[in-house]
């Protein structure tokens, strides 16, 4: 065991000790995130938002605020699927030791049992401290003797949140990895006012349905604070300490009327972020107020949006294939259809405006808004969504009424534009080795 421990620690140095010691002290950025993803995650008014039942040990839930211990194994590479981008994070997740090859495995605390079979007698490898984030299973992870160094987990977990237990399908780990490599290798076709943060490690033992995790990395930017990121559902939330939402702070700072800042700030910007990476890419982006983040310089919206967590994007790989798009070998344990919900393309494109980014984010900014303005509802903003998305999509030959029978058919008019667009001829700076 010491010989193995020895050889490893030289190969992957970036992480610490088998010891636990004193959690990290966060810097900057990630105390502003993890302070949004933990006190602002639930709304004030309870009477207007749905809490989810929440079956976890209390210690491991976002509302804890505290520290915990991640536990890895290092389990022979042969016993897993193994799906990764090449980065210096990524490439310490796995060791050559003599003639094997081993591969870092992370548990939750409260998944131990739930792998018992397949971690007995696998080798015990360095300890994580944890710290959740607004989504109990995704924790901010920090390896021990390792405090400048720090990255999201998504485990699977064991326990039954909101009617669902929360482990990963297989097929959510290669399409992470995958969305992840189409996303880089897209970058010169897509805005700058788009951003994601890359999921470089996914790993699914084989012979199991659900399981695995995978790695997220975090800009350094964002770690020190030079990037501050705003989750949207936390745009609209009154923060404990002041009582106010980041949204008040905002009408404050800059003595607009609401309706206005909302128009010009976020549903124009983001219309045109939708139709760029939706039409003109063949991607359509999970809107969900958790999983997309606003940047904030100074308080104030810069204009850039920020995504995370791929299994909810939906690739059409029929549409990027004929328009030219660079091909990749996209990793899929099934196969590309199913991994990749190919059948699902067009609900996908529906979900990401009417299920997440109106019935969620809207939903929330108005009941928000409306205390600051008069004549502010959700029907009021979802209207002056509609009208804006029907005026930028003119520009892509999409010629329609925002009212809700022709907007019913958005998905069908998505389509026809994709069939307009020219070929991607790709610039050499685009050329990414993946």
């Known amino acids: 065991m010491r010989v193995f421990l ?50 976890q040990n209390k210690k491991f839930a976002p509302e804890s605020g505290k520290w915990f211990q991640v536990k890895s194994y290092w389990v022979e590479a042969e016993t897993v699927f193994l799906f990764s981008t090449q980065t210096s994070l990524s490439q310490a997740f796995t060791s050559d030791v003599g003639n094997k090859k081993y ?13 018992a079979n397949f971690l007995r007698d696998q080798k015990p490898g360095p300890l994580f401290h944890a710290l959740a984030t607004s989504s109990s299973r995704t924790v901010l992870v920090s390896p021990e003797g390792r405090p400048d160094v720090f990255f999201f987990a998504k485990l699977s977990l064991n ?22 490599n189409v996303l880089i290798s897209s970058k010169s076709y897509i805005g700058r006012d788009f951003d994601f943060l890359l999921e470089t490690v996914g790993v699914m033992p084989k012979g199991m349905e659900r399981g695995g ?24 939330t009154r923060q404990e300490s002041t009582g106010k939402s980041p949204f008040e702070l905002m009408i404050q700072k800059t003595k607009r009327e609401p309706l206005e800042f909302i ?30 983040l606003m940047e904030i310089s ?24 004929k328009k030219g798009f660079p091909s990749l070998e996209l990793p899929a344990l099934t196969n590309l259809a199913e991994d990749y919900h190919q059948k699902f393309h067009a609900t996908a494109i529906r979900q990401s405006l009417f299920n997440y980014f109106e019935a969620g984010v809207l939903y929330g900014l108005a009941d928000e808004a409306e205390r600051f303005q008069s004549g502010i509802s ?12 029907s005026q930028e999509a003119q520009s892509y030959g999409m010629i329609y009424s925002p009212n809700d029978a022709m907007y019913m058919s958005l998905e069908d008019l998505v389509m026809s534009a994709r069939r307009q667009m020219p070929p991607r001829i790709a610039p050499l700076c685009s050329r990414v080795a993946l």
């Open 213 to 236: 995790f995978l790695i997220r990395e975090i800009p350094q930017d964002v770690i020190s604070g030079r990037s501050q990121l705003l989750p949207m559902f936390s745009l609209f």
């Open 103 to 115: 591969v870092l495995f992370l548990v939750h605390p409260e998944s131990e049992d739930f792998y």
């Open 378 to 389: 959700y029907k009021r903003l979802t209207f002056e969504f509609r009208k804006i998305l």
């Open 6 to 55: 020895s050889t490893v620690w030289t190969a992957v140095a970036l992480f610490g000790s088998l010891s636990f010691a004193q959690p990290p002290v966060l810097p900057e950025g990630l105390r502003s995130l993890m302070s949004y993803e933990q006190q602002v995650n639930r709304n004030i008014d309870e009477t207007r938002v749905q809490a989810l039942t929440n079956n």
């Open 263 to 292: 128009r010009d700030e976020i549903l124009r910007p983001f219309a045109k972020l939708w139709l760029d990476v939706t039409v003109k890419n063949g991607i359509a982006i999970e809107a969900h107020g958790q999983n997309f």
């Open 298 to 321: 100074d308080g104030l919206p810069t204009g850039k949006f920020v995504f995370r967590d791929f299994g909810g994007f939906n690739l059409d790989l029929h549409y990027r294939g």
């Open 159 to 180: 326990k039954e949140i909101g009617g669902v237990v929360r482990t990963i399908p297989k097929g959510e780990i290669a399409r992470s990895v995958g969305t992840t």
